[in-house]
């Protein structure tokens, strides 16, 4: 089974940038499309980006042309870079697998945005 760990988090104020790590703990990582995935409080988890094996890239709307997601397969490491941050952005950001059965999910990193 492969482990997720989020990271890069944080308390920010709004039109601020954060760039959030997920790291993978096996190189099957390299294999499949990831995602980035969040949850705001007393919602449910909602799809934010995703990113294929051969690096072909999908957004949710909500966050087109403000986040860009990339991977490191060397280091089987997922990156999302959120510029321009909404206070609608707080939330816990996690990744998994974009389709087919998901690994178990991490702890996430919670991203907070307020003046």
């Known amino acids: 089974q492969v482990q997720l760990v989020e990271s890069g988090g944080g308390l920010v104020q709004p039109g601020a940038s954060l760039r959030l790590s997920c790291a993978a703990s096996?190189?099957?990582?390299?294999?499949?499309?990831m995602a980035w995935y969040r949850q705001a409080p007393g919602k449910q988890r909602e799809f934010v980006a995703a990113?294929?094996?051969?690096?072909?890239?999908n957004y949710a709307d909500s966050v087109k042309g403000r986040f860009t997601i990339s991977r490191h397969n060397a280091k089987n490491t997922l990156y999302l870079q959120m510029n321009s941050l909404k206070p609608e952005d707080t939330a816990i950001y996690y990744c998994?697998?974009?389709?087919?059965?998901?690994?178990?999910w991490g702890q996430g990193t919670q991203v907070t945005v307020s003046s």
């Open positions: 096996a190189s099957a990582f390299m294999l499949y499309a």
């Open positions: 990113i294929t094996s051969g690096r072909s890239t």
């Open positions: 998994n697998r974009q389709t087919g059965p998901l690994w178990s």
